[in-house]
């Protein structure tokens, strides 16, 4: 969760940013057509290409913006053994999934926690927290790693960029639509340019359709959870895969045991029913047991 997270919160702040950019430069002004309205294949071009470039950004920057929001301690040489077979693991797994050694990490958190990002499936990053190391098996840890690996190696980060600069590109486009109808019915003179209503208008509904899109983002985040279940299974054991699942269910039926804010390796509590439900980034638990027992692999 905290990856996708951190990726959605950077994404919308850049384009909020370029938007309001872009706006004192004047660009918004350029793309309207003699005050008669928006040049509307200009703006979805426009559109596309700062769409984009946010998503990616915000991709480039995922790696170093999680090392310093998780405080992740980047093991360069093991200093005990459960370093070494940290590395170790990883290693074997990352071969087994071919791709390149990610950076191994581990972070100062007692909650059951992983996570896998990066902008490059040969230049990644792999997480877990000392809670995970203190409570959970080796078995049931090496799980869990071949469940990041498994994002790594899908290209889950990569592919989560181009839906983002697809939904972006939605956002900057309709926003500057409504900025426009409204400020036509503000400025019922008709005089020629933008007004103020305009801009306030495009920020707002920047931040709102952003909100709003994101349902769309978060219903990829829940699919690919479900590959990467079925990677760690492969890569890791079936069993494994499903004792670490459910080794993290027990820890959330505990009371206090972990904040709602917070995720084991990137799983929330239960997905609940409603509007709140299209926000979570992961499926249910038992789901996810659930589709790991009902498929065999070799």
């Known amino acids: 969760m905290m990856r996708i997270a951190l990726f959605l919160l950077t994404n919308l702040a850049v384009i909020v940013l370029a938007s309001i950019t872009l706006s004192l430069l004047g660009v918004d002004s350029y793309l309207a057509n003699s005050g008669s309205g928006l040049d509307l294949q200009s703006l979805l071009l426009f559109s596309a290409v700062f769409g984009f470039i946010g998503a990616f950004f915000s991709l480039l920057i995922s790696k170093p913006m999680a090392k310093r929001a998780a405080r992740v301690q980047i093991i360069e040489q093991p200093g005990n053994r459960a370093e070494a077979w940290l590395l170790d693991t990883v290693a074997e797994l990352s071969e087994k999934a071919g791709i390149a050694m990610p950076e191994v990490g581990v972070f100062p958190a007692t909650q059951s926690n992983a996570f896998a990002t990066g902008w490059n499936k040969n230049a990644a990053l792999v997480a877990v927290s000392q809670g995970m190391l203190q409570r959970f098996d080796a078995r049931e840890v090496r799980a869990v790693l071949a469940h990041e690996i498994g994002h790594v190696a899908n290209g889950d980060m990569v592919t989560l960029a181009l839906v983002q600069g697809i939904v972006n590109t939605f956002v900057i486009f309709a926003a500057r639509v409504v900025g426009s109808l409204v400020d036509s019915f503000l400025r019922r003179d008709g005089g020629g340019g933008l007004g103020l209503g305009y801009y306030a208008v495009v920020i707002v509904a920047e931040i709102v359709f952003g909100i709003a899109a994101s349902t769309i983002v978060m219903w990829f985040s829940r699919f690919r959870e479900y590959r990467a279940d079925a990677a760690g299974a492969q ?16 820890e959330y039926e505990v009371p206090n045991q972990m904040p709602d804010t917070l995720v084991a390796f990137g799983i929330n509590s239960g997905v609940r029913q409603g509007l709140k439900g299209l926000f979570r980034s992961h499926p249910p638990l038992d789901d996810r047991i659930a589709a790991l027992q009902e498929t065999r692999y070799g």
């Open 235 to 250: 890569l890791a054991d079936r069993d494994s895969m499903i004792n670490a699942l459910k080794r993290l269910k027990a």
